[in-house]
Each structure stands twice: as structure tokens, then as C-alpha cells.
């Protein structure tokens, strides 16, 4: 499982963080990392991730068919 | 882990987040979401924010449920029968359930005359495309409700140069945010084109189609549009003869469980009834929607939820200034400024209470909520830096 991340609409709630912290964290300034970009989402992370991916309400993030 | 049937009925945040999260927990049993709109689950903040400025904005609303093996359902329901456990839809087909996640949120109030024509509200997709549509042309709009929904849509409206009045008997997101914030807010929407009128009753739609509304002193304002932003109605028709619903909607517990057994509840529908930190009280907000999701979905399940049913975080937009707030509502007094100042539109504010977590404020400023989480129980600590 691959996750996209629109970084223009981003709008650096961390919501999406907050649900899965292994997968996203904001820095200071609330830019937003993703931190398996380009990789596969860990087992372990995905069910934290899809939520992660729900909670975000300006659809910033999307499940990579 | 019991396999049991969850039935979900309301195909909207709380809805998809009780799914996601019962998939999570590892239930493997039939799930089934009930949903009335055709659309199928979409995001409702960006509705009133980017949506009415931006075609291009409906695309990236929409929430999917791929991969999760739920079994969707798009008619209405019209009816539960609580000791059959058993949902009816629209289209005359009736399903059992071992549990029920009520999640059907709440509709727009309207305040025109039932039967009048004309008056918008902004609560759907099709609600939002019809105002975008109509703002295409209008010379000038109204809009009754100086809160958060109403304050967006002026917004909006100023942006796209339609000449806007706001009305209200409170003044701008006073009755929330407090005096403070108030009149910072309101002079900000004032330079940027959005009139405020303070009312001494209740404005009244004029007008079929509605073109105005009445001023208690008798005087009517009149405009192109508009726009009814007075709040929302839980939506429980379909909860008749349950005994399940009152006026402010589903009452539920810490667990997210209503009155009756097997019946759970969460979103906007809800209301957390009266304890110790309070009475009944409603927080119709995003945050606390995913929060109640997850705790029904444990609760369905028989297992004890690991968080609770409320989440502080709230976010707005007034008049192109993004606000971030954690922390108890409403506000009084005035606050502390940790950072920047409101006259530069920049500034991180908190409300200190002595026997509690402060409220923060991201007055114009990208913060995480993490970083405001970490400020309001810091409290007295951080904001004395
Ligand atoms: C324009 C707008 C802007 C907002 N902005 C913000 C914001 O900036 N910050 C914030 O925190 N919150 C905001 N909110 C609030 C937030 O969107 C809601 O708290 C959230 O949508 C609640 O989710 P829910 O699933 O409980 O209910 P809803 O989103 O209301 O969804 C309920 C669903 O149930 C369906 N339904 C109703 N009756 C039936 C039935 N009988 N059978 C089947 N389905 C049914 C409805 O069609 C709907 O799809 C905003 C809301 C609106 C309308
Ligand atoms: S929830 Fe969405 S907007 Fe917020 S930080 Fe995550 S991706 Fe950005």
C-alpha cells in the first residue's frame, strides 16, 4: 500500500498524525512529513494509515490504487 | 472476539471512520453501511472554504472504502425496529443487525416557512454547488448566523465579490470564541467586505422565493441570495418509536452506547449526555466525529475503547484567517499572546483557567495540533515564557 500526499492542499492540521503517528509527523511550522514516501506502507502501519488517510479533512491524502 | 453483524447507518465521517475502525480491531464479520446520498461519504469542511470558490475543489472530497470488505448501501432509512434489530431502507429491503452504529449527522435548520422557495442552506455537496453557482451572478447576499458556518460563507461570498450583510443577535462567533476574539474578527471581516449586523430578535425570510429577511424593528433588508447558517437538526426521523433520540439527538456515554442495547452512536447525531464534567451538551465538530467513530466501533464489538468520545481540536476560517483551537469553549476574558500579535494577524493566544487545561488559539498561524495540545496542558508554564 502506497499513500499519496497532495503538499499544496495540506493544510497542516496533523489530524492525520495524530491517527498514525509512525506514518506522518508535522514539524514545527506544521509542514507535513511522510515518512514512506515512495515505499510500501508497513503491515503494521496500514490500518493506522487508512484512518490517518479518512481523518484528513481536506482530502490531502489518498490510498495509491 | 464474537463474529457479529455491525450495521452503520450514515455513509459520512463518523460512519467510514466506525468501518475503518472495526476493520482495524480485527473484526472479520459482516459490516454493512446505510447511506442516504448518492455521492457516497465526502468531506464537509472544505464545503464552505475551498468548494465555493474552487470547481476544481469537488474532486478531492471524496472518501473511498476500498480494500476494507464493507458492503454499502445507498437508500435512506426509514425505519429501526431495535427489538428485532432490524434497519428498513427506502427501497422496502430490511436488515438485521447484532449491533447498530447510528452516525446520520444532522441537516441544515431552515428558517423560512415550510413550503417557501428560495432560502440556501450548506450542509451537502449539492447544498455547496448551488451556492457556488448562484454566487456566479448575484449582486448581493445575506446571511443569516454570525457563527462559524456563517462567518465561512460570508467569507466566501466577499471573496468572490458579492457584496455580503451578516446577521445575527450575537455578534460574530461571540457566543463561542468570546468578546476578544469577537471584535478582532469582525473588524478583519469588516475590511474585508463583509458587513455585520447585530439584531435585537430573531431575522425572518421574506419573500417567495426568499429575497430578504425582517428586522424585529421592522425594517427589511433584501439581496440576490440568501443563505441560512443557524445551525443544524440532528437527523433522527428515522429513529421514531425507538425512544432513542430527543431534540438534541442520540444520547451517549463514555462507550458511545445509547439507551438501548446493541445500539451505539457517534457524529453529529449525538449528543454526550449529562455527567460530571457537564449537562447534555452537542459538539457537531470533525474531531470529535473520528473520536466518537472509533469508540462506537469498540463498543459494537464488546471491547473496552481506548479513547474518548470528544476531541477538542476545532478549526475555522474567518474572513481568509485560518484559526486553530484546542481546549474548552467558550471563551472569556482576555487571553495571553505566547506569540506575534492579533493587529498583524499573526499570533499563537492562550485562555488560562485555573482549575484546567488553557484553550490555545493559532490566530493566522500554521500549527500543528500537536504543538497546541502541548501549549494548553502546559498551560501557566509555556504561556508565562
Ligand atoms: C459546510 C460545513 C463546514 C464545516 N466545517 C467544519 C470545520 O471547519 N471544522 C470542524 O471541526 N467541523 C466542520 N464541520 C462539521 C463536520 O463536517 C461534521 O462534524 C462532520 O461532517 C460530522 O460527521 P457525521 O458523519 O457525524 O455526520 P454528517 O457528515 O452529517 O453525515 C451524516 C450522513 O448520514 C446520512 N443520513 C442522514 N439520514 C440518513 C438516513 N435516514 N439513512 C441513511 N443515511 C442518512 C446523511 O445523508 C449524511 O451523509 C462543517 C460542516 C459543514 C456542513
Ligand atoms: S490531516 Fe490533512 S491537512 Fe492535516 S496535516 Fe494531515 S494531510 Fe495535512
Known sequence: ?65 | MTPRSVLIVGESLAGTTAARELRALGHTGPVTIIGAEPHGAYSRPPLSKAVLRDPGADDALFQDLDGLDIHIVRSAATAADTSRRTVTTTDGREFRYDALIIATGAEARRLAAPGRRGELVLRTLDDARLLRSRLETAASAIVVGAGFLGMEVAGACAARGVPVTVVDVHRPLERILGGYLSAALTARAEAYGISCVQTFGFAVPTGDPVRGVMLPGGTELTADLVVTCAGETPCTDWLAGTGLAGQLGVGIDETCATAVPGVFAAGDVTHLRADDIGPDRRAPFWSNAVAQGKVAAASALGLAPTGTPYDDYFWTEVAGLALKVVGPLPLTGEPTTVEGSVENGRALLTWKRPDGPSTVVAYGMRKPIKALRALAEAGEHSASR
Request: charge should be negative; hydrophobic fraction near 40%; include cysteine.
Open chain 1, 1 to 65: 500500500m502506497q499513500i499519496s500526499v497532495d503538499h499544496a492542499r495540506c493544510e497542516g492540521h496533523g489530524l492525520c498524525a495524530d491517527q498514525a503517528p509512525e506514518v506522518f509527523s508535522l514539524d514545527d511550522d506544521a509542514e507535513l512529513t511522510y515518512h514512506f514516501d515512495g515505499a510500501d506502507v508497513p503491515d503494521e502501519h496500514r490500518s493506522a494509515a487508512r484512518v490517518a488517510v479518512n481523518v484528513c479533512p481536506v482530502a490531502a491524502l489518498r490510498v495509491l490504487p
